[in-house]
């Protein structure tokens, strides 16, 4: 007895003492560090597979189709070339601007994002197109960036700029640019929101919330934040606002709201698909996953994986809530629920472009902002997501799939698996503690007896 309780003791100092240091340990400067190593290991790693082993060219690596121009569109719309690029993903929604009928144009590829997106850079249509694309691209970086700094308003200038250099290496941030996509102004508006509600200014961070959510769809998810903080006016807010940018943009265009809704709704049928090629050609969500594996082997899985492809749609439900439910849940911590939250958002649709995964900038946020728990699981989370956002573009396989196709969904799928079973342990603890009280109260009753 005496030696099991000396082996207890022992490991309750081991913890402590862990617990002692990372409790030392600079969590936003930790992040940094790593991603600046990982981001600049993986830009080698291309290199060296552009230029040793031919894989392909770099810029071939990066983007998906880097010299190609979009389209469909009407010959009299395709302006010159920045070089060789078009920045087709802006390109192509800064025409839609120009039409009537976005969702309904003979000849022009119809548009895939709410029409809110298309309004917000439809003055852009009046200016030079290289001058424009310029404009856009400074406005999505800086809207990014800035919140990251301004969250950081307790360290000398020195030190944030040294926490939100790093960022400009993560591969999101880079496709993103380099594809020209509104992803950075939906993030963007996202961020804000998100400095918002971490400052406890909820109908701020409802307005940026409802923005973010009438530009690409898909962040209507982040007003569970909202909930979760039972932040009730700021949710308000959140739907009056995406609500009414919705419908006002909607009218604006020929058809009228009803009309471009429901175009907006059938577009969407884009970013699904069961053909292997597409779900493994730069695409990084769970399906991709899927798909790449029935590619590659091993063969003991591939039987799962094609049943997870055939399934996905009852799968993505399924999951998606249960990591909404445990995103308004109290209990779980602000990084948890961000982090859940950014999972279903940014790689759960079947197809997730590189630049869908900058919505992790949110989790970065949170980090920034110190509202994590400094413990081993955090810091896991933050080493984890560190080489998520690290370039990938290396090529694997006979098939030539990339690895960040492989790879980042079982990072997001390990983010989530290590925060889950610290929420779990917590909600099991805080559910024993409730039932506590009236057991040492049965206790001192059956004493008294």
């Not at 929604?93 to 029409?115: F, N």
């Not at 439809?122 to 919140?147: D, E, K």
């Not at 939906?186 to 918002?196: E, K, N, Q, T, Y």
């Not at 009056?240 to 969407?268: M, P, Q």
Request: glycine residues 8%; contains cysteine.
């Amino acid at each position: 007895m005496v030696e099991g309780r000396l082996r207890s003791l022992e490991k309750n100092v081991e913890r402590q003492s862990l617990g002692d240091r990372l409790t030392g340990v600079d969590f936003p400067m930790a992040f940094a560090v790593l991603l600046l190593f990982f981001s600049l290991a993986g830009l080698a790693l291309t290199f060296v597979a552009s230029a040793y082993y031919q894989q392909d060219s770099i810029d071939r690596l990066i983007s998906f189709s880097a010299v190609d121009p979009p389209g469909p569109m009407r010959p009299e719309m395709y302006p010159d070339p920045i070089g060789v690029h078009f920045f087709g993903d802006f390109l192509l929604p800064l025409r839609h601007a120009e039409l009537q009928a976005p969702y309904d144009s003979p000849g022009v590829m119809t548009a895939v994002y709410p029409l809110f997106a298309v309004l917000v850079i439809a003055a852009l249509n009046l200016v030079p197109y290289t001058l424009a694309v310029i404009l856009f691209l400074m406005v999505s970086v800086a809207v990014v960036l800035i919140p990251l700094y301004l969250l950081l308003d307790s360290r000398p200038v020195v030190e944030r700029l040294l926490l939100v250099g790093p960022v400009l290496l993560a591969a999101p941030l880079i496709h993103m640019v380099d594809r020209g996509n509104l992803q950075g102004l939906v993030v963007g508006a996202a961020l804000f929101g998100m400095m918002a509600l971490l400052r406890s200014n909820h109908g701020v961070a409802g307005f940026w919330f409802g923005i973010a959510a009438a530009m690409k769809a898909y962040p209507v998810l982040l007003l569970l934040l909202l909930v979760r903080e039972r932040a009730w006016k700021g949710l308000w807010v959140a739907i009056g606002t995406g609500a009414t940018a919705s419908v006002v943009s909607a009218f604006a265009f020929e058809g009228g709201a009803v009309h471009n809704l429901l175009s907006f709704l059938r577009a969407t049928t884009y970013f699904r698909t069961s053909e292997v090629h597409h779900l493994t050609n730069f695409n990084e969500s769970f399906k991709g996953l899927f798909a790449s594996v029935t590619v590659l082997g091993p063969s003991l899985l591939e039987g799962v994986a094609q049943w997870g492809m055939v399934n996905y749609g009852v799968i993505f439900v399924a999951f998606g809530v249960l990591l909404s439910i445990s995103a308004i849940i109290r209990a779980t911590s602000l990084l948890s629920a961000t982090t859940y939250l950014c999972v279903l958002s940014a790689i759960g649709m079947e197809i997730s472009r590189i630049y869908n995964p900058l919505f992790f900038f949110l989790v970065i946020a949170v980090i920034y902002a110190g509202h994590v728990e400094r413990d081993l699981t955090t810091f896991i989370v933050i080493g984890l997501l560190a080489v998520y956002l690290a370039p990938k573009w290396m090529l694997i396989g006979e098939q030539r799939i990339h690895l960040a196709t492989v790879a980042n969904p079982l990072l997001a799928g390990a983010m989530v698996f290590v925060l889950g079973i610290r929420d779990l342990w917590r909600l099991l603890v805080k559910r024993k503690s409730r039932l506590s009280p009236s057991d040492d109260l049965n206790h001192s009753r059956v004493m008294c007896r």
